[in-house]
């Protein structure tokens, strides 16, 4: 069955499926859709559920923090959309990013530009879309604010303890709560409004802990403010949160520790208002990403090595004829390290395989290393994993693929970043149709057209009529066609 939502003037397909199917049977509808039609195109799988399910147990649990989803972490405009339909805000780090989210009619005011050291350029275009709400910890940029733009709401960044988190940023940003009063003093001279304070524990934080001292900083810097004549009334409690259930820590324990912070130091009633700034919380388990083998070879698996004729260098010679019973196998994907698996330089990330098809009993397992398509040896999703073998054409599946991937992939060797299909079970859209506006129901679903995945801007010519195969499972339920609606209803917080 079809939907079709329309956002900011693209196409985007919803496959709308009942409430028992997962994205797991929706991959493998589109798996045996591409061999069909002999696709071997690696795929994303977005579920539009599982962002509504995330901000739902942010609101029960973390009630008194109003998130600004950080736009760095994914921006597929199918979920900045949805979130912003949700009623978030939107942290935007440079010009771009301030762009796409005002150009969707969000109100700047839902917007924190959270970049302590922003380019002039970028510091005008915020001036000029009226994002006034913005990140600073050194003197340099209080002079430029006080240039280009002197109006804007300043907070202040401090440096938190992000020792165990997986993606440190205190090397590069914060100022010591110790040289707040100074930096102060600096923005009083200057006349600028600051109204807060602000701080990141590090991205894919392992220690609760650490939003518990943070907090507490916080409130330091605001007595230290207070002293100097500000009236702080913003608390900004930064990033860092868990978006998928095998992180290290739990949400629900985090959000715990949070809470229990702010009632100590921040109290309901004392007039703060607490925004964050979470990325991967929101979109790391929404996308499951699934890749085609295409190609193999059988190696050795005991290295031998050997001298290159006339030459000193001692070669590793992995092509040889295995001297065991057991080959172990190399493995070439059709995604990797320069395209959604950056993540596992730049994020830190470690990423689980497993396989579309059936495993047959007491199936052997072999050694096996998972490799990207492009020429580079770097180019390895996997050293080592234990794997039934795969052939040429098998589907490998990453779950948890929504963090940090596409948004710093490239397409380097000529490799195509994944297409994007997006699924809804039917009480999720149900709920979607209500909160974005004006859903038109549209029979039949359409026959196959060129539809432009927007998300990576790939022509996708073949995705409705791939979803549409008629022999294949589909329900019977109608099929809901959003019309074009530029703007998402709008909050002012
Ligand atoms: C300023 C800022 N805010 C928010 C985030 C999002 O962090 P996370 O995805 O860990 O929630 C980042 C990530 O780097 C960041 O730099």
């Known amino acids: 069955m079809f939907t079709k939502m329309n956002v900011i003037g693209k196409d985007i397909v919803v496959d709308v499926v009942d409430d028992c199917t997962k994205p797991c049977d929706v991959i493998s509808k589109i798996a045996v859709i591409h061999d069909l ?49 949700l009623g978030t805000g939107f942290d935007c780090a440079s010009k771009s990013e301030i762009k796409e989210i005002t150009d969707m009619g969000v109100s700047p005011s839902r917007i924190v530009y959270a970049n302590p050291c922003k380019p002039n350029s970028h510091l005008k275009f915020a001036a000029q879309r009226k994002v006034s709400l913005m990140t600073f910890d050194n003197e340099m940029e209080l002079q430029k604010i006080r240039k280009i733009y002197p109006d804007a709401e300043l907070v202040l960044r401090i440096l938190t303890d992000d020792s165990t988190a997986q993606c440190q940023l205190g090397l590069k940003y914060g100022c010591h709560p110790q040289h707040a009063p100074s930096l102060l003093r600096v923005a009083k001279e200057l006349g600028l409004n600051v109204v807060g304070v602000s701080f990141h524990v590090g991205s894919g934080c392992r220690d609760a802990s650490a939003f518990s001292d943070a907090i507490q900083s916080s409130r330091m810097v605001f007595d230290y403010g207070s002293a100097l004549g500000f009236d702080f009334q913003l608390l900004d409690i930064g990033g860092g949160y868990p978006g998928q259930s095998s992180a290290a820590i739990s949400f629900e324990e985090m959000a715990g520790c949070i809470n229990q912070a702010l009632d100590v130091h921040f109290p309901e009633g004392c007039g703060v208002r607490i925004i964050s700034e979470p990325g991967r919380y929101f979109v790391a388990s929404a996308f499951t990403l699934t890749l085609n083998v295409i190609a193999k070879r059988a190696v050795a698996r005991d290295i031998q090595t050997f001298h290159v004729p006339g030459s000193e260098d001692l070669v590793a010679n992995t092509v040889a004829p295995s001297q065991c019973d057991e080959p172990a196998y190399m493995y070439y994907c059709n995604d990797g390290v320069y395209g959604s698996f950056n993540c596992l330089l730049f994020d830190h990330a470690t990423v689980q395989p497993s396989l579309l098809k059936k495993m047959l009993l007491g199936e052997p397992k072999f050694a096996s290393s998972l490799w990207g398509p492009s020429c580079d040896g770097l180019d390895r999703i996997m050293e080592n994993c234990l794997l039934p073998e795969l052939h040429v054409g098998d589907w490998i599946v990453f779950e948890d693929m929504g963090a940090y991937t596409m948004c710093a992939a490239s397409t380097f060797n000529g490799f195509p970043k994944p297409i994007c299909y997006y699924m809804a079970n039917e009480s999720t859209w149900n709920f979607l149709k209500r909160i974005m506006p004006c859903p038109v129901e549209m ?30 499972e589909r329900g019977d339920h109608p099929t809901v066609m959003i019309t074009p609606i530029p703007i998402v209803p709008d909050v002012d917080y």
């Open 443 to 472: 029979e039949p679903a359409p026959p196959p057209c060129n539809t432009k995945c927007f998300s990576d801007s790939i022509t996708c010519p073949t995705m409705r009529s791939g979803l549409s195969i008629p022999h294949l």
């Open 37 to 85: 039609e002999e696709k071997d195109d690696a795929f994303f799988v977005m579920d539009f559920g599982d962002i509504v399910n995330k901000f739902e147990k942010w609101e029960a649990l973390l009630p008194r923090v109003h998130p600004f989803y950080a736009v760095k972490c994914n921006e597929n405009p199918a979920v900045l959309r949805l979130l912003a339909a």
